[in-house]
């Protein structure tokens, strides 16, 4: 039988380098934007233009246009080829009024602007920031949920505490890893969090625990069977019990992700590649953070002893 847990010191110190590396990207964000991660008008309220123009433009066109109506820092990106003449728009908020002021604008000094195939989205302010604060709740009270639920559910083996601890932990990483993957899309392809990205870094948080209850209930049924044994055996055994199945289900989601990634649209691709990282994350720190940190908790706190033996 492979000695999986044996290797825990290479994989705490791949799990530091994953959190150095994603706490650089989320710096470099917060240094270049002054934010963490780029955040859409989701978060921090706006106006989201899409707008079909009838003949060709150009970019400067375009922004000059915003600029002449007091939107000097507005973000512009093209959408789709060319030919297809779409630009989308950030901009601070708008009312009605000064929706109606920019496209007339547009139609004179740019543009014709197609209006049956264009659209405006706008958030007000305080419904951003209600947003933020509900999504920094939501992730709280998740990681609350979880403590509790599986500190219940391992009741009847050895200090129950730790194996919530550990879940925690290995979602903390899948955490950070995904905000650190997302800042260095927002640095380099211009990805912006919005409520698409809400949804699934929650996601994300549903796998991590999901994978690892699976190898800690396998451990609490091997713990009264393998009595006397050493606990970082009965750890090793029930993860390679369960290995299999885990790898399974994961790369199965994977395959899928990656086709979509490589043939979906342009606007879903943020989405899935979060969870792709976000799933390749838990799956390594299921086995490989959560696991061994369990077995270097309870070895250091019964100084060598098997929980297995402390049952009897």
């Given amino acids: 039988m492979i000695n999986f847990v044996q290797n825990r010191r ?3 110190t791949i799990a530091a380098v994953l959190i150095l590396l994603s706490v650089a990207a989320l710096i470099t964000s917060a ?4 934010e963490l991660l780029r955040v859409s008008i989701d978060f921090k309220g706006g106006s989201l233009f899409v707008l079909k123009f009838e003949e060709s433009v150009s970019e400067a066109d375009i922004r000059e246009a915003f600029a002449e109506q007091g939107y000097t820092g507005a973000i512009i990106q093209r959408l789709g080829a060319a030919s297809e003449n779409t630009w989308q728009v950030r901009a601070s908020f ?3 009024d000064d929706v109606q002021a920019v496209l007339d604008a547009l139609d004179t000094n740019v543009g014709k602007v197609d209006r049956a195939r264009s659209n405006v989205d706008t958030v007000e302010p305080t419904v951003g920031a209600e947003v933020a604060r509900n999504a920094a709740i939501a992730v709280l009270i998740a990681s609350l949920v979880v403590l509790a639920f599986i500190s219940f559910s391992f009741r009847h083996v050895p200090n129950p505490f730790r194996y919530g601890v550990a879940s925690i932990v290995a979602m903390s990483v899948n955490v950070v890893v995904t905000l ?3 800042a260095l899309m927002g640095i380099l392809q211009g990805w912006e969090a919005d409520a698409l990205f809400l949804t699934a870094l929650l996601t994300v948080i549903g796998f991590s625990v999901q994978d690892v209850i699976v190898v800690f209930d396998r451990i609490r049924e091997n713990i009264p069977r393998h009595k006397g ?3 970082e055996l009965i750890v090793n055994r029930s993860v390679m019990e369960t290995v299999h199945r885990s790898l399974a289900t994961q790369l199965n989601a994977m395959f899928v992700m990656i086709a979509i990634l490589l043939f979906g649209g342009a606007t879903i691709k943020p989405f899935i590649a979060v969870m792709l990282v976000g799933m ?7 086995l490989c953070v959560a696991v061994p940190l369990l077995v270097v908790w309870e070895e250091r706190s019964s100084g060598g002893m098997s929980t297995a033996q402390a049952a009897v």
């Fill in 10 to 12: 290479l994989f705490f």
């Fill in 31 to 34: 240094v270049m934007y002054g």
């Fill in 94 to 96: 708008a009312t009605a």
């Fill in 180 to 182: 650190g993957f997302y």
């Fill in 229 to 231: 044994e050493p606990f």
């Fill in 280 to 286: 390749i994350s838990e799956t390594f720190t299921s």
